[in-house]
């Protein structure tokens, strides 16, 4: 991570002491605020208990582990963690364990923090599930980009081969960085050289992935909490959530709070919390970004909604990458919006045709809609034009600016009103709120 | 008894321009670029050798059906 990225994301006095039982990625972090080195992190953890996770290909104590926590995917898409190992673990023939580090999601930081502050915690991960599934090699994906990450793993691993901590081989790879480079078909190909682009199915990863042995692709964070999972058991990680989602995740607090942060938050804990805890709103809200930038607008009236995909499901969110973005009462929604569709547009892979003239065709209209230079058709042409996105791509990334678009509509309806019969309001002109990145595409994709 | 069929589509494969869209009408769309939209999935036993003659059609191959059993 850059080290303004490091200072803004920084865990503030109003984030938990190491007491808090919803502290436990960065338990460690609160404990001594410096990064951890390999001899922090054993002297906080006691060593990764790698006889549990052995003990044959099956039965498989380390995935009973995590059905029995309840432990999901931390990357986006909330699968049960068991029912990937599981599923890679009964494939016949040596498989492989990529680990998921490349957070392409501009208004996160989650993975790039933990990454920084408790690298060990999530190679811990790694390497159980690698023993746990019968891998002999683990890959870490990283972006070409981020250079203080690549040094702080590669010191991390370094430090692991020194104290013969490990039986599987890690390597560390730095892959050009776009959006969709971190869906994980993006991963395989490109580990099997070719481009860092999604590659649609079949056969699926978890069948014939890298070097076409069975592959096992987890979010960094993902792996973190299966590593405190192999060692505290189930029932220490059920202490904190709710029953039917457990545990704790991290979260991305940005927009128009006191103080910007990555937090552990326990699921379940209201929205409102979660923005109490990074300091509190500046100004009054209108909405909040929640998941990402695929993610969903929640108008301000939901903020007591709990963090958990249950709870977000009937407001069509869900917890997404941990993002959470706080969107002031003196903003326009619709420029916003248009400005990440535009993003997301310019960052397809450009292999399927909804995505390639899809999506530019969606952040036009909306564009327009946004300065207020609608057409009497503009509206019901968008709204056709999002609900084709869906379920046509060879990855989820049409599906995602779909899902913004619509929720955009839907939370900021009196706006889209006010911009049709009147054109742009004036909240339009003030500077953007968001930090969305240049709407250019990416220049390689190996 | 037979077993279901459904339409699945490489969308990275596909290059639009829609034969399969002319050959198979009752299932398959094409929406304002060429592009297929799938209107159902599941291949009805009346509309098989349809079906057929349309993945047969595909220039690029990107047009399956899939066998549903499993
Ligand atoms: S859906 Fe879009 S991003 Fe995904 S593979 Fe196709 S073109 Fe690429
Ligand atoms: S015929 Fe093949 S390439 Fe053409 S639109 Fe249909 S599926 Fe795509």
């Not at chain 1, 920084?116 to 980009?145: Q, S, Y």
Request: aromatic share 4%.
């Amino acid at each position: 991570m850059t080290s303004s990225a490091a200072a803004r994301f920084a865990p503030h006095p109003l984030a938990p002491g190491p007491g808090d039982p919803a502290a436990r990625l960065l338990a460690g972090w609160y404990a001594t605020g410096r990064p951890a080195t390999l001899a922090d992190h054993l002297r906080h953890y006691g060593p990764p208990p790698l006889a549990s996770a052995t003990g044959g290909r099956t039965p498989l104590p380390l995935a009973e582990a995590m059905t029995a926590a309840g432990l999901t995917g931390r990357g986006g898409a909330g699968f049960p963690t068991a029912r990937k190992l599981g599923a890679v673990a009964a494939r016949r023939g040596r498989c492989v364990v990529v680990v998921n580090a490349m957070e392409s999601e501009p208004a996160s930081r989650k993975d790039q923090f933990l990454i920084a502050v408790a690298p060990h915690l999530v190679l811990d991960g790694a390497v159980l599930a690698a023993m746990a599934v019968g891998a002999d090699t683990v890959h870490v994906c990283l972006p070409r980009d981020r250079a203080a990450q690549y040094r702080r793993l590669s010191t991390a691993v370094d430090e692991r081969r020194r104290a013969r901590l490990d039986q599987v081989r890690l390597r560390l790879h730095a892959l050009p960085h776009s959006y969709v480079s971190s869906e994980s078909t993006s991963l395989v190909r490109w580990l099997n050289g070719g481009p860092a682009r999604p590659q649609g199915g079949p056969p699926r990863t978890h069948e014939r992935g890298v070097g076409r042995r069975p592959t096992l692709v987890h979010n960094a964070e993902t792996l973190a909490h299966l590593a405190l999972i192999a060692r505290y058991g189930p029932a220490w990680y059920r202490q904190v959530g709710t029953p039917d989602e457990p545990g704790t995740l991290l979260v991305t607090v940005s927009g128009a709070v006191r103080a910007p942060a990555v937090l552990e938050v326990a699921l379940g804990t209201p929205l409102a919390t979660v923005l109490d805890r990074a300091g509190g709103a500046t100004q009054p809200l209108r909405a909040v970004l929640l998941g990402g930038f695929a993610g969903t607008w929640l108008p301000a009236e939901q903020l007591r909604t709990p963090l958990t995909r249950h709870d977000l499901a009937p407001l069509g969110a869900a917890p997404g990458a941990g993002v959470l973005v706080a969107l002031p009462e003196a903003s326009c929604g619709l420029t916003e919006t248009a400005r990440v569709l535009t993003y997301l547009a310019a960052h397809s892979a450009r292999q399927c045709g909804p995505c390639r003239l899809g999506l530019p065709a969606v952040a036009e209209d909306f564009t327009a809609l946004a300065a207020g230079r609608a057409d009497a058709d503009l509206l019901s042409r968008l709204r056709r034009r999002v609900g084709l996105l869906p379920d046509r791509g060879a990855c989820r990334h049409p599906d995602g600016a779909a899902r913004l678009a619509a929720s955009a509509l839907h939370a900021f309806a009196d706006d889209v009103d006010h911009h049709l019969t009147h054109g742009a309001c004036p909240a339009a002109h003030r500077p953007p709120r968001l930090p969305v990145p240049p709407a250019t595409a990416p220049e390689t994709w190996r | 008894m037979s077993r279901a069929r459904t339409l699945r589509i490489d969308r990275i494969a596909c290059t639009g321009q829609g034969l399969c869209a002319e050959l198979l009408p009752e299932l398959i769309d094409l929406d304002e670029w060429g592009y297929p939209v799938l209107k159902d999935r599941t291949v009805p036993d009346r509309l098989r050798a349809h079906a057929r003659r349309a993945v047969a059609a595909c220039p690029v191959l990107a047009l399956h059906t899939d066998d549903d059993r499993t």
